[in-house]
């Protein structure tokens, strides 16, 4: 026996395939937004109740068919941004999610559905940049007058 040929009992077995324990459904869920324009860090996904890692843009996730509950939100300083939404998944069924955090962190919920949805906050943050503006143009004002 050459040392090049392993006797049987010290073959490697060949990698066995995952087979699901039941019927699977397909989870189209995007993240509308960019590192850029929305945080740098991805939102927190879980799937009923277990984290998948997840990036912007759209993420397609194979899940068991049945009940399922998505919940996501987005992380800074604290969690914000939190949304829910429950589903059904049918067997061989792609289910589209789309998911956009808010423009602020500070008390705005974050958008879910079934559709492109639309992103929550510009009311709040238009009025705190339009108190910054205010601020800064009577500090201008203040020191041109005096």
Same mark, same amino acid.
């Given at each position: ?43 927190? #996904?879980?799937? =009923? &109740?277990?984290? $998948? ?9 194979? *899940? @068991? ?51 492109? #949805?639309?992103? =929550? &906050?510009?009311? $709040? ?9 205010? *601020? @800064? ?10």
């Amino acid at each position: 026996m050459s040392y090049q040929q392993q006797p049987p009992q010290f073959q490697p077995h060949p990698p066995q395939q995952y087979q699901p324990q039941g019927p699977m459904g397909m989870l189209h869920l995007t993240i509308q937004g960019s590192a850029m324009t929305s945080n740098m860090i991805p939102p927190t #996904v879980h799937l =009923n &109740g277990y984290p $998948v890692p997840v990036k912007y843009g759209r993420n397609d996730i194979p *899940v @068991f068919a049945g009940p399922l509950h998505v919940d996501i939100h987005s992380q800074w300083m604290r969690a914000y941004g939190r949304a829910s939404l429950d589903c059904t998944v049918r067997p061989n069924q792609v289910v589209p999610v789309f998911y956009a955090s808010p423009y602020h962190q500070f008390a705005s919920a974050g958008s879910i559905g079934h559709h492109k #949805v639309k992103r =929550n &906050g510009i009311g $709040v943050l238009l009025g705190l940049l339009g108190t910054i503006f205010a *601020v @800064f143009l009577l500090v201008v004002l203040l020191a041109v007058l005096n």
